[in-house]
């Protein structure tokens, strides 16, 4: 049988571009690439090179709640406010009163959403993170990158840190692969929309290398929440200290 991957999914919370990603059992980035539908992502997952150990998820999984925050909010956000990196709210309104689109793509492959699930041999583990709480743990920012909002000017140094931090992974080895070799090119010469054409794809990076850490590396990320009531996957609080940046 073929060694175990790790799948990252910046997952469009309803329409849009899905960002995915991969990385094999030794934490190297395999490949990565975009979808928009449900069965764009089916066929990209079912033409992984080997069984799938953790999918971790950027976008609402077990969503029980019909209005509000999840708790699983209100605790990153006691955990990450000061840095900028609180989480979206997430309720069934948000879907209007259906399932979220990462939980009905859960039940499509089989993968459990319980984080105490134990990964093996036909059992695969999905699980609820989020980039910006997880940067800040990481890589002990002082404040969430700003590549989210407003156009490219503003967007791009801070995707451009996001990148540099990625290619800092020694396990990831990024910068190796073709696909990053045309994003740094893009980089080089940027154009109005790059950020916008590439954030998705390097977000999953970032998530496929959180499944990673879950499988490798206890301690390194926790739980907020429960899997009954909602749960975000996330580097434990932050011991050092926020900076909020100048205006």
């Not at 319980?114 to 993170?129: I, K, N, Q, S, Y």
């Not at 989020?130 to 940067?135: N, S, T």
């Not at 791009?156 to 990053?180: I, K, N, Q, Y």
Request: neutral net charge; hydrophobic residues 45%; proline residues 9%.
């Amino acid at each position: 049988m073929s060694a175990s991957t790790f799948v990252g999914i910046d997952l469009a919370w309803s329409t849009g571009w899905t960002g995915l990603a991969v990385v094999d059992a030794s934490g190297r980035l395999l490949a990565s690439g975009r979808a928009r539908s449900d069965a764009e992502i089916a066929a990209w997952v079912q033409g992984l090179p080997g069984p799938v150990e953790v999918v971790a998820v950027d976008a609402p999984l077990v969503v029980p709640n019909e209005s509000g925050q999840r708790p699983a909010e209100r605790l990153v956000g006691r955990a990450f406010g000061a840095f900028g990196a609180s989480a979206h709210t997430a309720n069934r309104g948000t879907f209007g009163g259906r399932e979220a689109r990462a939980m009905t793509l859960a039940r499509r492959f089989g993968w459990g959403v319980d984080p105490a699930t134990t990964p093996g041999p036909g059992r695969t583990v999905c699980l609820e993170v989020y980039p910006h709480p997880a940067l800040v743990g990481l890589f002990a920012l002082p404040y969430r990158l700003d590549y989210k909002k407003g156009g490219t000017a503003r967007r791009l140094p801070g995707f451009r840190t996001l990148v540099e931090l990625l290619e800092s992974v020694p396990e990831l080895c990024a910068a190796a692969t073709d696909g990053w070799a045309v994003l740094r090119g893009e980089l080089a010469d940027p154009r109005p929309g790059v950020v916008a054409r590439w954030e998705d794809e390097v977000d999953a990076v970032l998530c496929a290398h959180l499944a990673w850490l879950w499988g490798h590396r206890p301690g390194s990320l926790v739980v907020y929440g429960t899997a009954r009531d909602g749960y975000i996957v996330a580097p434990p609080r932050p011991t050092h200290q926020a900076v909020r940046p100048a205006p």
